[in-house]
Every structure is written in C-alpha cells, then in structure tokens.
C-alpha cells in the first residue's frame, strides 16, 4: 500500500486501485492493538493527476485514532516515466477512554488534574507531501514523503505544557519490479 507512505503514488496504475487491510494483534489479549486501512487512488485526465483517499483505523487499550487522508498528485511526463508531485491534506480524531473499567488508580479519581477522569477526544488537522518518480519501462520507482508537515499538539489534558506532538517524519521507498513470467511480478 505505496498510497499510506507517498501521496505522490496516487494514479500510478493504469486503472483504479483499492487496497484494504485488517490487522490484530495480541489475540485473546483485552485491549490489545488493531488497525484497518481502506485505501483508494486512480489515475485522471490522461494519466496527469491522481487522486484518492486513505481511511485508517487504529486503538490500543483505552486510545483509539481514526484519520482521513485525501490525495492528490500532479504527475508530469517523462521522456521515459512520470514524476509525481503529491498532497495529502488530512484531519485526525484521537480519542482516550478514561472511564474504562479496565483502568485502575490507587488514588480515587479527579485527584491527579493530569489525568482525565471522562472520556476525551481531538481533531488534529496537517498537510503532508511528496514527490515519486517510477520508470514503467525499467520497471523501477523511488519516492519520498513528510505525512505530516505541521508540529500538532496531540496532548488530551491543556495544563499549558505540550508533552505530545505529531514529529516531522520522513518516508523513502524505492523498488524494482522482476517479472518471471507475464502472469508474475515481484516488487521487492
């Protein structure tokens, strides 16, 4: 899934794509960590833009996080290629459930202001970019990606410090596709 680590990927198949995925982990754990991802890009206007859309899910414990990507990518021809330009507006919903019954505290509740005694939630906004070059004819392609551009306070308790931010991260890919037969293609 290129798309959920390079918005630039968008459009780089000749027909739309859809992608979904469900992970579970820890299974018969309480609490323990899922995630689902539905993905969709296609490329438009002759292969010059791609668009799509990202929706993931994800919750550990009493943390749960839903986020909305939508993709946009500008491609431009190559002599031998495209080179790909991409957007990825997004907003986030983190949310905190303090009043599960799984949490314990040896000191009763509201006695620690850092620790919330309801349920909160958060909406978080950002903009991420990224640009993709991928050679059809050499079957080869190279990208890189900042999902989130914007230094997001994540943290739930407002006590004037921010303990939590979204950080500046950097994805690279790169890859090369090896076709064996004409029913077959690996990309490593």
């Not at 909305?68 to 330009?85: K, Q, S």
């Amino acid at each position: 899934n290129q798309l959920a680590y390079n918005p630039a990927t968008a459009g780089n198949f000749e027909s739309p794509v859809v992608t979904a995925i469900y992970r579970k982990q820890w299974i018969g754990l309480d609490g323990a960590p899922d995630a689902q991802v539905l993905s969709y890009h296609q490329p438009m206007l002759g292969d010059r833009l791609g668009i799509g859309a990202n929706l993931s899910r994800s919750s550990i414990g009493i943390n749960r996080s839903i986020t909305l990507d939508l993709i946009y990518a500008y491609r431009i021809p190559m002599r031998i290629g495209h080179f790909c330009i991409g957007l990825q507006p997004s907003v986030r919903n983190f949310y905190q459930n303090w009043a599960d019954d799984r949490l314990y505290s040896p000191t009763p509740p509201g006695t620690d202001a850092a620790i919330p005694t309801q349920p909160s939630s958060k909406w978080v906004v950002n903009m991420g970019a990224g640009l993709y070059y991928h050679n059809q004819d050499k079957g080869w392609y190279a990208g890189a990606a900042v999902p989130r551009i914007l230094p997001n306070s994540i943290d739930f308790a407002e006590l004037g410090g921010e303990l939590s931010r979204e950080t500046f991260h950097l994805n690279a890919m790169a890859g090369l596709t090896f076709s064996p037969s004409e029913q077959l293609n690996i990309i490593p």
